[in-house]
């Protein structure tokens, strides 16, 4: 290759790069019985998504777990694909539709479906692309979506298998309904957000009595369909009440006082209105209450509103086809003016909205499909709590818990367009009985199998988006078929996702494994019996949630979400990349902002330089000696010849943090990783060994002790890159391709990933070493603060009680010599402190610098005494400003704690300067 440009350009490197990886089928996974399998599935994005912050983050983890595998031989398989997004796609369409005067039933069901399919094709991919620019090495072969043809038919498949099984059954129920975009939603679907509501406290007349029962309700407008009046059986209060009538206002309908064990006696007056079909504790009191003998229907629900929360004709003339909202104020005014409204008081409650629209939910009784989930969930719940399938973090298993052992069924029929519509079909012929059990079928039968008649219709409804989701980990691998990649790919190992889908997606996808992969055979043929061979994973990494820096949820309509591509297009994916995983601590929240990708970055040009010096000096010991300079190989043996403390230490501190590094992958402690690889390359490599051994590259050793300290240095170089490409893929291939003479077909990210050599770690070397560091850092602290021209050499005299500590400063004198302009070292013994000095304590000991001849030392003395002046008034004015209450109480938090800040810097500074005034 050419010779090394001078500055880093990411936009070159991942145009070039990523094609390359692409061509050479890098990211393809194939079946190779002779390898062990790593798969991930990805959590499918919505066709109608597009990248944030938050596909960021998650995407980058799963990309330096699968290259890490990868690198490590594993046959590492990244699936990907996209879900269908039933009630998001079917929206974004149907407001196409209405920018051209149409809708969904002008066009009829068929022509809105292609409609769909048309804009899937032309728009469906964005989200790819994005993720590709982001450098995800999924292996796009493979790619799937939820409404193909395979994923399709699985999903009828579990359909009827749980509905033969009897876990799948039709009832009618209260749901959470969407007046917005008129389906049902299932409870996991709901957000539940605190809202300052009111109370009302309704007079009911009492029939043959001139009293009235007083109910309280949030929900005055639901009283046109209420069918009784409950109190607690144990409430005294109305004992001689029960049993008898009230007249309902603003009908002409009389309604019974019953008695129930869930009405709480506190709230309000004890005396509560039931509505069965829109409250789902009302309706589970009529459900009870009609199970008596004799009493069947006595309470029968009464629906009051259509499926867009209006009122319909089961309510007085009056109120007819008004919003819920509206009726309730003319609800309230007509209880008013009829002296029926007793007082209304302020109520905080919490009211829950649609996940998609944020349309408030009416509770809404209607004939839907449900999945019985008890059966279900129970082992799904043991194979976590036996550690079979672990959370990271773990404190995720306590909330997987309590959902699990609360579970309630799940609603799975939507009322929409777009989506697998339910196999199931149902006779029209409507005068015989037997012909209104469902018919569930993959495929149109060609008659009832009851009366034969040919006249037969499809369910409306499509299925609950989750419900083809929950397959994605083996029916993307050709479940229901028993596929040799079902058999070699399944279980995957690690899945990673957002905590907000642990119930919709990650619940349901470890149930539905243990329910159908026992029927799979195992890679060698033998039965899947245990439930470690059926999970659909091993490990559950649960990202973070990225946050503005003033601690908010990131959205559009905040302002406050940046565009990943513009994030990219400034600083580099790699910077990037690097930055958002650097920020992310496991389990905890992230603070971000695009200024923060400096740090990733500075830290790629940082590695480029690196690099650059390197090959640099490669090329001018060529010149200075015909014939190439040959690179060591990863699994070439390290020269041991002309090691000095430098090398012994680099190559143990390589190898300390090759070992650490996969431990804390292991651990799925990828946050972790990420600082101890900056550490090692940043502050080990390129801030003290690459400055260690320019002394031995331009000073006046040997040629041949030249090529070999250069040679073991580009060498640990490779590895560090290595080390990073899972992190960092493209600057460390643009750099690992020109550290070597490369074939067509090689690539950093299928090279193989470094090994920790336990017997080149050395913790004697790296305590000497770490105490030269500090010496040196003290060293060069003391000249900067006392502005001592970095040109100046200097003298040192050290005293320590431990003598290893002198001698070990005499052994590596010329450190010193190189790395802080030191000429001459002494040792203090039995005599005083050297006057005129600068001193400073490291490890128990004590570094004087005398300062005579090397500045201006009465000059000194008035600039740090004016400084310290200077601080002085800081302090005193920002002390000031603190213990004003009038500021303290009215400046923002942020601000104050600024001021905090500033106080404590203010002081430190102080503290310096005042020691070393005293040292002049």
């Known amino acids: 290759m050419s010779e090394l440009p001078k500055a880093y350009n990411p936009k070159e490197a991942e145009e070039k790069w990523y094609p390359f990886w692409e061509q050479h089928k890098f990211f393809h996974a194939e079946i190779k019985p002779g390898k062990v399998p790593y798969t991930i599935v990805i959590p499918p994005p919505n066709i109608t998504g597009i990248l944030t912050m938050g596909h960021v983050l998650n995407n980058t983890i799963q990309d330096v777990f699968i290259r890490w595998k990868r690198m490590q031989g594993f046959e590492s398989l990244w699936m990907p694909g996209t879900d269908h997004a039933g009630i998001a796609t079917q929206n974004v369409v149907e407001k196409s539709l209405a920018k ?63 509905y033969n099984k009897g876990l799948i059954y039709r009832g009618k129920y209260i749901v959470n309904w969407c007046p917005k975009d008129h389906t049902a939603i299932s409870d996991d679907e709901v957000n539940f957000t605190e809202q300052n509501d009111h109370l009302w406290y309704i007079k009911y007349p009492i029939k043959d009595l001139n009293e009235y029962a007083v109910v309280a309700t949030t929900r005055p407008e639901t009283m046109l369909g209420d069918t009784a009046v409950a109190v607690n059986p144990k409430d005294e209060r109305y004992k001689n009440l029960v049993g008898r009538s009230v007249l309902l206002p603003l009908t002409d309908r009389e309604i019974p006082i019953i008695t129930d064990d869930i009405i709480d006696m506190s709230f309000g007056t004890g005396m509560v209105k039931v509505t069965p079909a829109h409250d789902p504790n009302d309706y589970w009191i009529g459900e009870r209450h009609n199970a008596g003998v004799g009493q069947r229907h006595f309470m029968s629900p009464i629906n009051i509103f259509d499926i867009s929360a209006k009122t319909n004709d089961n309510v007085p003339i009056k109120y007819r086809g008004l919003d819920r909202f509206e009726v309730r104020k003319q609800v309230i005014k007509d209880l008013d003016e009829l002296g029926l409204l007793v007082k209304i008081e302020p109520y905080t409650h919490n009211v829950g909205r649609c996940y998609r629209c944020d349309t408030i939910i009416e509770p809404y009784l209607s004939d839907q499909w449900f999945v019985k989930m008890k059966p279900l969930a129970e082992p799904a719940l043991k194979v976590v709590l036996n550690g079979e399938i672990k959370f990271h ?19 799975i029929s939507r009322q929409l367009w777009w989506g697998h519509r339910i196999p199931v079909w149902y006779c029209e012929q409507l005068n015989r009985i037997d012909c209104k059990q469902p018919i569930v079928s993959k495929e149109k039968p060609d008659k009832c199998p009851h009366c034969a008649s040919t006249d037969l219709r499809q369910d409306e409804d499509v299925l609950d988006t989750w419900f083809s989701s929950w397959l994605w980990p083996f029916s993307t691998l050709g479940w229901h078929k028993e596929t040799p990649e079902l058999r070699y790919f399944y279980p995957t190992d690690a899945l990673v996702t957002a905590p907000d889908i642990i119930f919709f997606w990650v619940a349901r996808m470890i149930m539905a494994g243990l329910e159908v992969m026992g029927d799979i055979p195992n890679q060698d043929g033998s039965p899947r019996l245990k439930d470690s061979q059926k999970i659909p994973f091993k490990d559950v990494y649960f990202t973070s949630l990225i946050r503005d820096m003033k601690g908010r949820k990131m959205s559009k309509s905040l302002g406050n979400s940046p565009d ?62 015909p ?26 501190r390589l190898n300390s943090t090759i070992g650490d590094l996969n431990d804390l992958l292991t651990k799925f402690e990828i946050n972790q990783a990420t600082k101890i690889l900056y550490d090692f390359i940043w502050h080990d490599f390129c801030d003290w060994y690459v400055e260690m051994i ?103 005299i050290v005293c320590f009680a431990d003598k290893s500590k002198e001698e070990i400063i005499g052994k590596y004198r010329s450190y010193f010599q190189r790395l802080a302009r030191v000429t001459k070292i002494g040792t203090l013994g039995n005599s005083s402190k050297p006057k005129f000095s600068a001193s400073t304590v490291v490890e128990g000991g004590e570094v004087f610098i005398p300062l005579e001849g090397l500045i201006d030392i009465k000059a000194e003395r008035d600039r740090i005494q004016k400084e310290i002046d200077h601080v002085r008034s800081m302090v005193d004015m920002t002390e000031k400003k603190l213990t004003n209450e009038k500021f303290r109480n009215k400046a923002p938090k942020e601000v104050v704690d600024k001021e905090i800040e500033k106080l404590d810097n203010f002081k430190v500074t102080l503290v310096k300067l005042e020691i070393n005034l005293k040292a002049l």
């Open 100 to 162: 051209e005067g149409k809708n969904r039933h002008n066009l009829g069901r068929e022509q809105f479906l292609e409609r769909v399919w048309n804009w899937k094709e032309q728009y469906g991919g964005t989200i790819i692309k994005q993720l590709k620019k982001l450098g995800t090495s999924c292996d796009w072969e493979r790619e799937r979506f939820t409404m193909d043809e395979g994923l399709s038919d699985a999903v009828q498949e579990i359909f009827i298998r749980l």
């Open 393 to 411: 973090p773990d404190r995720w298993t306590k909330v997987y818990e309590h959902w699990m052992t609360n579970i309630r069924d799940w609603c």
């Open 627 to 652: 014939g190439e300079l040959k690179l060591k190989n990863q699994n070439a043996k390290l020269s041991e010849l002309h090691l000095d403390l430098a090398d012994r230490w680099i190559l143990s």
């Open 564 to 625: 990943p591509l513009d994030v990219i297009a400034e600083y580099g994916a790699d910077a990037l990349r690097f930055t958002i995983l650097y920020l992310a601590p496991l389990g905890q929240d992230v603070l971000y902002s695009n200024e923060k990708c400096e740090l990733g970055r500075n830290f790629a040009n940082k590695i480029w330089n690196a690099g650059r010096f390197l090959l640099m000096n490669k090329e001018q010991l060529e010149a200075a000696k």
């Open 694 to 796: 320019k002394g031995r590259l331009y000073g006046d050793e040997s040629q041949e002790t030249k090529e070999i300290v250069l040679n073991r240095s580009i060498a640990i170089f490779d590895r560090s890159l290595k080390l990073l490409h899972p992190f960092m893929p493209f600057v460390t291939e643009e750099l690992w391709q020109y550290l070597a003479i490369r074939n067509a077909d090689e690539s950093i990210m299928v090279s193989d990933f470094p090994v920790s050599d336990i017997k080149r770690i050395d913790r004697l070397t790296e305590l000497e070493m770490t105490f030269v560091q500090n010496v040196i850092n003290s060293i060069r602290n003391v000249r900067g603060e006392l502005s001592v021209p970095p040109s100046k050499e200097i003298e040192m």
